[in-house]
């Protein structure tokens, strides 16, 4: 079975502390995966691909096949981080398989 | 991103309704997306389309209809069969199945 989960509904952090949003998988072949990110009052949105293997807004994420993870992290917080974190699994249909999501609040 | 619009933004529903939602792209993409956020389940697929005329279910499509009479139109029907249909709805598109997907701003869907 396909499947992504995000263990931690709600993550608090204060600024300046490093950020780690964890995503596991579950998937037979070789995954696609992504993170989408929704701010307050925005769309969701990409924020990054593993292919693409590139740092947005200082977020970064490694694909480890041998823990089906893909885990985002970000060495320090700012306050603009907060918001709410989907990850994602293109599998082999094509359609996308998503977490449940992680709220991520910043504080000052 | 931008070329993808939902409307309404609200839409309030009466028992035994079909309610229509409104989904359109102006990016020339050929796929478009149906998806049901809930609170505490993320997104999850109700119906797809990877060209005109043509639409596959999802993984939530009981109680729901769609059609993609245009390439840059594709409306969702909540119908009555739907029991549960209070949630929030986003629409996406991309240029093939295999690129990224663009979402739309959602309609939150309320049952009266």
């Known amino acids: 079975a396909q499947r992504v989960t995000q263990p931690e509904k709600l993550l608090s952090v204060f600024k300046g502390a490093p950020v780690e949003l964890k995503c596991n998988y579950s998937y037979s072949g070789s995954p696609e995966l992504f993170w989408y990110v929704q701010y307050s009052r925005q769309r969701l949105q990409l924020l990054l691909r593993?292919?693409s293997r590139e740092s947005i807004k200082g977020f970064t994420a490694d694909l480890n096949k041998g823990e089906t993870s893909f885990h985002l992290k970000k060495p320090f917080a700012q306050e603009e981080d907060s918001a709410m974190y989907y990850c994602?699994?293109?599998?082999?249909?094509?359609?996308?398989?998503f977490g449940s999501g992680t709220r991520l609040l910043v504080r000052p | 991103d931008g070329g993808i619009t939902q409307s309404p933004k609200y839409l309030f529903r009466k028992e035994g309704q079909n309610v229509t939602l409104s989904c359109e792209q102006n990016?020339?993409?050929?796929?478009m997306y149906w998806y049901r956020q809930d609170p505490g389940q993320g997104l999850r697929l109700i119906y797809y389309?990877?060209?005109?005329?043509?639409?596959q279910k999802g993984d939530i499509a009981e109680g729901y209809s769609v059609s993609r009479e245009k390439k840059e139109s594709f409306p969702l029907t909540v119908t009555s069969a739907q029991k549960n249909p209070t949630a929030f709805y986003l629409c996406a598109s991309s240029m093939g199945q295999q690129e990224t997907q663009y979402f739309g701003p959602g309609t939150r869907l309320l049952v009266l």
């Open positions: 990016l020339n993409h050929d796929a």
């Open positions: 994602a699994l293109k599998g082999s249909s094509y359609k996308l398989i």
């Open positions: 593993h292919i």
């Open positions: 389309s990877q060209i005109v005329n043509d639409f």
